[in-house]
């Protein structure tokens, strides 16, 4: 009975977040039985979301000395491995603990996340696609694959697993909010836009499914609903840099360039290096004609694009000068000298 208590209490202090409280109770525990492997995994847990992972390994081992081929301790040493960015000896840890259970979807799931840490991205999804084998019906896993294929920009792929969810569970927001995310990578605008609106009326304190809703909206030309929802978000996190510039981007789009110009200082100041304020605040000094200092904003974007690429040899994004030669706010300086160097 006193068993029974102290376990109970433990499990409700872990749901809590009191891991602390909960190891000391299952460690009065392991006094009586020290050789308990659920408890001593239960504590190995808690020391591992205190960010004590070696100690919680120090536990695992205990419980894999004695029984090498106990799978829960196989497969929390397996996470803790993976929170610890170990991901190499995480995966062969993931194997191991599926060697005895190879349907444990927990399992499949959690290798298929070191594929994607180390960048193995088929991998990740073959892995994921045999877990959905075993439950065909999982939001999240159709979720996690379909991110994959959106990270790799397959998005017609990627829309087929969020749709697959969704259809499972109409109403669910991660669901809808991938599904939006997609859909406004191959600019379905209109469907992003109804995707991110009913996510925010499902939850309209969902201020990220909102910011989607606002990005929707200036690509819909709809920029004075953008701003509302933008000003919204602004309320709880004034200080959002991508919120700011967003909203400046609706004012630009409204013509309002002097306004807008606000908004990209207002980053600027804080990081005279940003790079998308430095662009934002381009167009609108275009349209200002103001085209002095709208050459000195590119030359500066530019040379710090050049700059930062020299140390990222990984970025998969449009290159900003690609974007300023295609953007129809700068067809103003198409004669000026100091344009055409910079574009040329």
Known sequence: MIFDSLLKQAIQDFDKKKFQKSINLFEI??????????IIINKAVCLAELGKYDESLQELEKVLTDNPDDFDGLYNKATTLYDMGKYEDALNEFNNALTINPKDTNAL????????????????????????????????????????????????????????????????IDSLCNLGNSLLEIKKFRLSYECFKQAVKIDSKDFDAMFRLGIACNNLNKPENALEYFNEILKNEKNNTDVIINKGYSLHLMGKYKQAILCFDEILNDDPQELNSLYFKAKSTAKQNNNQQTCALLSKLLELEKKNESSDHDHDHEHFLNKIKKDPDFIGLRNDQNFKRLIN
């Open 109 to 172: 799931c959690n290798k298929a996340n070191v594929f994607v840490a180390l960048g193995r991205h088929e991998d990740a999804i073959s892995t994921y696609k045999n877990a959905l084998e075993i439950n065909p019906k999982d939001i999240e896993i159709l979720n996690n694959i379909g991110i994959v294929y959106a990270g790799d920009k397959q998005h017609y792929e990627a829309i087929e697993y969020f749709e697959s969810a969704l259809n499972e569970k109409k109403n669910d």
């Open 29 to 38: 525990i392991l006094e009586e039985n020290p050789h308990n492997s659920e």
